[in-house]
């Protein structure tokens, strides 16, 4: 089978290794002794859109179709990030990770089809609707969990109602429109893909409407398993397609699993007083469904050492207590990484979006080391 695999831009710096705890490249960082960030100052020109457009063209010439650009209160806005990064690349897609209820539909099919033109084609979807709390405040955002998706689903439907008709009108709870087109040449430009992520039950049913892809964190494989089919028996009893699967997997892979796991070591034994990020207090305060599965299934347990949070071999829980980001990913050899990527591949994945600190060095090593040994990869 065919299996598009991304990797995840850093937008909002990052160490220079996964065993350090301070942001010395990218981002908007203040200096420190290390920091590759723009000291204006000094004459320093190094931006944070250079570094991602070194990643861009690492990740490129290593393999991967495409780059994720997330979107978080401390990052550049992807749709900026996008339009800046094109001209780095020439085939590699960039993957737009937005909220629909911060920009009106109209608008979001006028910015996408021009990029489309620009680019050739190479915008891709990332729809997130919100895990609430304090971030979905920092956007001014109070709409709840549910409605979030009910909006989500229904910017959809303009959004694609005004790409795919010279006029079009809409009554609807959250949205109205009347007479919305674009222009006859930008109506032309194909439709991105939809990866759409959510775990709660309002984002399967929005899911099952809207998305190319159903999106979600690596989980252990037996739940991931469980929640894909259940993806699969809500569009069939809808009458709907079932859309394909993806996961969002962070990778740590050396020569040898034991070069692997020192690298874990070395970065727990450096977590104390750590801030951990997006999974942390913030999160906790929120209604991601994703972020509470990822705590059910054992991630975030620091009682035992880091070996305790294997739940399953090279499938590790601590991620997120070196890094801001989701809790499980890969740790082994590239060969080991491999043969859990192709195992996921069996269960039914069919794309991925890979990462790894820092993201420029970690996408050349898994791009050459790992990528090539997959199996069930058809380039």
């Given amino acids: 089978m065919s299996v598009d695999i991304y990797w995840r831009i850093s937008m909002e710096g990052e160490p220079s290794a ?18 590759i960030a723009p000291r204006p100052e000094s004459g320093d020109t190094h931006t944070p859109v250079d570094y991602m457009a070194e990643v861009v063209r690492a990740t490129e010439s290593s393999g991967f179709v495409g780059g994720l650009l997330p979107s978080f209160p401390e990052t550049d806005d992807p749709w900026a990030a996008a339009s800046e990064l094109a001209a780095e690349s020439e085939t590699y897609r960039f993957m737009i990770a937005f909220q629909p209820g911060f920009l009106h539909p109209v608008q979001a099919a006028r910015m996408s089809a021009t990029l489309q033109l620009a680019t050739g084609g190479r915008v891709v979807y990332n729809i997130i609707s919100g895990g609430g709390g304090p971030q979905q405040l920092w956007w001014g955002d109070k709409v709840a969990h549910d409605d979030r998706y009910a909006r989500t689903s229904e910017f959809l439907d303009v959004l694609k109602g005004i790409w795919n008709n010279p006029s079009f009108d809409f009554d609807g709870r959250f949205f109205r429109v009347e007479g919305g087109h674009l222009p006859e040449e930008l109506r032309d430009q194909p439709f991105p893909e939809i990866f759409f992520s959510g775990s709660s039950p309002a984002a399967i049913d929005a899911a099952g409407r809207h998305a190319d892809y159903y999106l979600s964190w690596l989980e252990p494989f037996g739940p991931l398993t469980e929640k894909f089919a259940a993806v699969r028996k809500h569009a069939d009893a809808s009458g709907l397609k079932s859309p394909k699967f993806a996961v969002r997997v962070d990778v740590l892979a050396r020569e040898t699993e034991e070069e692997a796991w020192d690298e874990i070591r070395r970065g727990w034994s450096r977590r ?63 060969h080991q990484v491999a043969e859990r990527l192709d195992e996921l ?35």
């Fill in 18 to 35: 996964l065993r350090h705890g301070t942001a010395t490249r990218g981002g908007f960082a203040p200096h420190r002794p290390g920091n």
């Fill in 272 to 334: 104390e007083g750590r801030h951990v990020g997006e999974t942390g207090d913030a999160k906790k305060a929120g209604e991601s469904v994703g972020w509470a599965r990822s705590q059910q299934f054992g991630a975030g347990n620091t009682a035992g050492g880091y070996r305790d949070l294997e739940i399953a071999p090279n499938v590790w829980g601590g991620f997120d207590q070196l890094r801001p980001g989701p809790a499980f990913g890969l740790v082994g050899d590239y």
């Fill in 345 to 379: 591949m069996n269960l039914g994945v069919d794309a991925f979006i890979l990462a790894g600190v820092p993201h420029l060095e970690e996408a050349r090593r898994v791009g050459g080391q790992v990528l090539p040994l997959l199996k069930g990869r058809i380039s």
